[in-house]
């Protein structure tokens, strides 16, 4: 299987867009001209695991991070990819969902006037979809990948959830993606993004694990944070230096300036994690201390 063309759709720095490949492609550009963006779309669509990840998509994955609700509609991330130069085994298995793509036009053939009758002339390709949103009542984001053909009617009653991402779509599954042999060897870049607290990363799952254990024992979650940070301070205060902020006033602990990604990802304000950390809410993008009682108390 080949990529043949890629579409963006509110994807990170992209509005809207298409990427159109031939072969063998190298991408070449300078820093956020969108390279890593094609690949992990890439990856949204095709990779066999990623679909694993919770959540599958967070909000800096939407165009200028806007992914709330506006003018009555959600933003919603759409990456279609359309894969040609199928095997004869992916023919017989995706068969109901293929199309005929011509590459003179770069597009498919029963959407060129007049070239139905030339339709055999065409190859055989596969139209694959990533389509993700937020949820308001769940607090989260969803998302999923789908065949993009054929396309379900609106108000088909077979559809259990219009309102979901890729209703009237039949899911893309593990399974069918392993059909497509693709592998994404990401950037050694692995060391900064595990010293931030970007859900998913290092620090951030150490910080939930030991805010689990200490609910079992029926410690604040602060007290575990606490208990994590302070095995911490000491190398992190030698390499920040004097680019590290104190907590509070008096106090001995220091941590590194919060950065865009340096976020508890806490959706409403005024979230009680601890008396000596600054929350970073989504509503008040601003450091505010965070409202815990008195006798929270770190051990």
């Known amino acids: 299987?080949?990529?043949?063309?890629l579409q963006l759709q509110n994807f990170r720095g992209v509005k809207r867009g298409a990427v159109f490949l031939d072969g063998h492609c190298l991408l070449a550009g300078s820093n956020s001209a969108g390279k890593s963006t094609i690949c992990e779309a890439l990856d949204l669509v095709m990779g066999p695991e990623r679909m694993l990840r919770?959540?599958?998509i967070d909000e800096y994955d939407f165009y200028r991070a806007q992914y709330q609700e506006r003018g009555g509609e959600l933003p919603e991330v759409r990456i279609d990819v359309v894969l040609t130069d199928l095997s004869d085994a992916a023919q017989?298995?995706?068969?109901?969902?293929?199309?005929?793509?011509?590459?003179?036009t770069n597009d498919f053939l029963d959407l060129v006037p007049d070239a139905i009758e030339d339709a055999e002339?065409?190859?055989?390709s596969?139209?694959?979809?990533?389509i993700g949103c937020y949820d308001p009542q769940e607090d989260d984001f969803a998302g999923g990948t789908f065949f993009a053909h054929p396309e379900a009617p609106a108000d088909d009653p077979a559809a259990e959830d219009t309102a979901a991402p890729g209703a009237g779509l039949r899911p893309f599954t593990r399974a069918d993606k392993r059909h497509c042999g693709f592998l994404y060897l990401r950037p050694n870049r692995t060391g900064n993004?595990?010293?931030?607290?970007?859900?998913?990363?290092l620090l951030d799952t150490i910080v939930r694990l030991e805010a689990e254990l200490a609910d079992l024992f029926g410690k604040p979650p602060c007290a575990a944070s606490?208990?994590?940070l302070s095995r911490l301070r000491a190398p992190a205060s030698t390499r920040s230096g004097p680019r590290s902020v104190t907590a509070s006033a008096g106090s001995s602990a220091s941590v590194t300036p919060p950065t865009p990604w340096t976020c508890t990802f806490r959706r409403s304000p005024g979230s009680t994690c601890g008396k000596s950390c600054a929350c970073l809410s989504l509503r008040n993008p601003a450091p505010t201390r965070c409202r815990s009682r008195d006798s929270a108390q770190a051990p």
């Open 193 to 201: 993004r595990a010293l931030t607290f970007q859900r998913g990363s």
């Open 226 to 228: 606490t208990m994590l």
């Open 92 to 104: 017989r298995r995706f068969g109901s969902h293929l199309r005929r793509w011509s590459r003179e």
């Open 126 to 130: 596969l139209p694959v979809s990533f």
């Open 121 to 124: 002339a065409g190859e055989w």
């Open 1 to 5: 299987m080949q990529v043949r063309r």
């Open 54 to 56: 919770r959540p599958v």
